[in-house]
Each structure stands twice: as structure tokens, then as C-alpha cells.
């Protein structure tokens, strides 16, 4: 497994945890809960903008990994 097919699957995996994070965020009525969940979705969204800079760094690296 090459490193641009390994941090594309941490993208995807991350925005799914992202997903369900916002969906239990939405689901809570304590707001103590809400505030939790919402501060892992801010820690989420900086690592996956992190994540996203670096696959564009690697596909113009090596564009064999663009689009794969």
C-alpha cells in the first residue's frame, strides 16, 4: 500500500468518524455533551484540512497518485 492510497483512507476514515460525530452532536440534548462532540469535530476538521494539504502536496509530488 503506497503512502498517498494510505492517507486517502485516513481521509475517508476520518470523515466518517466526522460524520458520525456531527450526527451525535445533533442527537444530544446535554449540552456539556454537545460541547464535547463539537470539540472533536474542530480537532477533526484541522486534521483532515491537515491531511487534504498533504495529498495535494503528494500528487503534484508524484502525480501517478493523482486521482487514484
Known amino acids: ?3 498517498a492510497s494510505q492517507v486517502k483512507q485516513t481521509l475517508a476514515t476520518l470523515k466518517g ?3 458520525t460525530l456531527r450526527l451525535y452532536s445533533m442527537q444530544t440534548r446535554d449540552q456539556e ?3 464535547v ?3 472533536a469535530l474542530d ?3 484541522i486534521i483532515i484540512n491537515d491531511l487534504e494539504r498533504r ?5 503534484y509530488q ?3 497518485y493523482k486521482g487514484n
Open 1 to 3: 500500500m503506497t503512502v
Open 17 to 19: 468518524n466526522q460524520g
Open 33 to 35: 455533551t454537545r460541547l
Open 37 to 39: 462532540y463539537n470539540e
Open 43 to 45: 480537532a477533526i476538521g
Open 55 to 59: 495529498m495535494q502536496t503528494l500528487e
Open 62 to 64: 508524484e502525480p501517478q
